[in-house]
C-alpha cells in the first residue's frame, strides 16, 4: 500500500491539530510550518477534510482550523478513504493487463491479496487519530529555562 503526498499530509495535518495543546483554532500557516509542509497544498487538503467532516474552520483574524469530532473518534482508514479512496495493500503486476484473462497462477494468488487488503482494513481501522498523537514525542524547547526559586 502506498499513500499519496496528499493523504500523508492530511493525517499529519490532523495528529498536528490533535496535538495542540490549547482550543483555538490554527491557521493553514501554522499548521504547514509545524509539519514542514506547502501551505498552498495544505489549503486544498484541509477544505477537502472540512468537506469530510473532520475539521472546522473559523474566520477572522484568531481563525483557522479546528478539529470537528474527538481525535479518538477518527480512524485512519477513514481519513486514508476520504482523502486517498479505496484501500488496496498494493497492485499485483503480472501478465494480465488490459481486457486479458488472469492466469490460473495468477488467480491462485487472489486468496492472499484478499487477506493482505482485509488484514490492512483491520489495522488501520484499529488505529485513531489519538493513537498516533500519543505515539508523538513531546518538544523540546530549547529556550526553555526553568526558573528554581526557594
Known amino acids: 500500500m502506498e499513500l499519496s503526498a496528499?493523504?500523508?499530509?492530511g493525517l499529519r495535518a490532523l495528529v498536528t491539530l490533535a496535538g495542540a495543546r490549547s482550543d483555538s483554532p490554527m491557521s493553514i500557516q501554522e499548521i504547514a510550518d509545524d509539519e514542514e509542509l506547502p501551505s498552498k497544498f495544505l489549503e486544498g487538503i484541509m477544505a477537502d477534510l472540512k468537506r469530510g467532516g473532520f475539521v472546522e474552520s473559523r474566520r477572522g483574524a484568531n481563525g483557522g482550523y479546528l478539529l470537528a469530532q474527538p481525535p479518538s473518534e477518527v480512524t485512519l482508514l477513514e481519513i486514508i478513504r476520504h482523502l486517498g479512496g479505496p484501500v488496496a495493500p498494493f497492485e499485483a503486476c503480472g501478465r494480465s493487463t488490459?481486457?486479458?484473462e488472469p492466469t490460473e497462477?495468477?488467480?491462485?494468488?487472489?486468496?492472499?491479496?484478499?487477506?493482505?487488503?482485509?488484514?490492512?482494513i483491520r489495522i488501520l481501522e484499529d488505529y485513531t487519530i489519538q493513537d498516533i498523537c500519543d505515539s508523538v514525542p513531546e518538544e523540546r524547547h530549547e529556550d526553555f529555562a526553568p526558573i528554581y526559586q526557594i
Not at 496528499?6 to 499530509?9: G, L, N
Not at 497462477?105 to 490492512?120: D, L, N, Y
Open 6 to 9: 496528499r493523504t500523508m499530509y
Open 105 to 120: 497462477r495468477e488467480q491462485a494468488f487472489q486468496p492472499v491479496w484478499s487477506e493482505i487488503r482485509e488484514a490492512t
Open 98 to 100: 488490459g481486457g486479458e
